[in-house]
């Protein structure tokens, strides 16, 4: 190779490195669309198991990402069950025992409601900025759009999933296709983001598919029916003694 090929083919490389954003930009954007001060939304879970399949409606409020709050709606055997996380901690309410349980260790691995679902993807509801060490390995188009190709790694232990890549949509800042992945770098989970809208000054997924990829099944469908963003949520909310009200 003579000196003048040398030179422009180390010019293109230095010019496809400088091309690729900063990865930790992008979660920070992701972030800041998923997460608000405090939302309220309206939503429907259809769960398909092997024979059938069946649907959960819930009522949620959250505040940051370290408070929620979850009343189900229907079918009429849940009604009435709620859920609560503060922080690190988990409590399911059930009004036909009229007991409250708090959920840790090994339960949080569970099934929410027979769901793809476990209880540990709730306690999840934080910043991937802030968790998770990240790279961008490149570029693609997924479902129409164009998109930044990401992983990441956690960056202390106890994250229910260890590495993750992420497709995040490029101008909307939206993950439209997620991979999670045990330390082991077995697939555990899939989620396909779609219907993305509008809403005030972000943008929000309102279909989720969630595929538990240890079992078979259709996954579990997630619609976000209605949601509001920076709003007033009543006093006590947050709190154990909500639960039995």
Not at 28 to 34: G, H, K, Q, S, T
Request: a positive charge; charged letters at 25%; glycine letters at 8%.
């Amino acid at each position: 190779m003579n000196k003048l090929a040398a030179i422009v083919l180390l010019a293109l490389c230095l010019g496809l490195g400088a091309a690729l954003p900063d990865a930790s930009a992008i979660l920070r954007a992701v972030d800041a669309n998923l997460t608000s001060s405090s939302a309220k939304s309206s939503t429907r879970m259809v769960i398909h198991g092997k024979r059938s399949s069946r649907t959960v409606g819930s009522i949620n409020w959250s505040q940051g990402s370290q408070k929620f709050f979850t009343e189900y709606t229907a079918p009429p055997r849940e009604k009435g069950t709620k859920m609560l996380k503060v922080g690190s901690n988990l409590w399911i309410y059930s009004p036909g025992t009229d007991r409250t349980i708090q959920i840790s260790g090994n339960m949080l691995k569970q099934s929410v409601m027979g769901s793809d679902l476990s209880y540990e993807d709730f306690m999840e509801e934080t910043s991937l900025a802030e968790d998770y060490s990240s790279t961008v390995e490149g570029e693609t188009v997924y479902d129409g759009r164009a998109c930044w190709i990401l992983n990441l790694t956690a960056k202390k232990p106890g994250k229910a999933y260890y590495k993750c890549k992420l497709y995040v949509d490029k101008t909307r800042s939206v993950i439209l296709y997620e991979l999670l992945y045990a330390k082991s770098g077995k697939l555990l989970k899939s989620v396909q983001y779609s219907d993305v809208a509008r809403i005030g000054t972000r943008w929000y997924p309102r279909y989720i598919l969630f595929k538990d990829e240890l079992k078979d099944g259709r996954g579990t469908e997630y619609f976000v029916e209605s949601i509001a963003f920076d709003i007033s949520i009543p006093p006590g909310t947050f709190t154990k003694a909500s639960l039995k009200k």
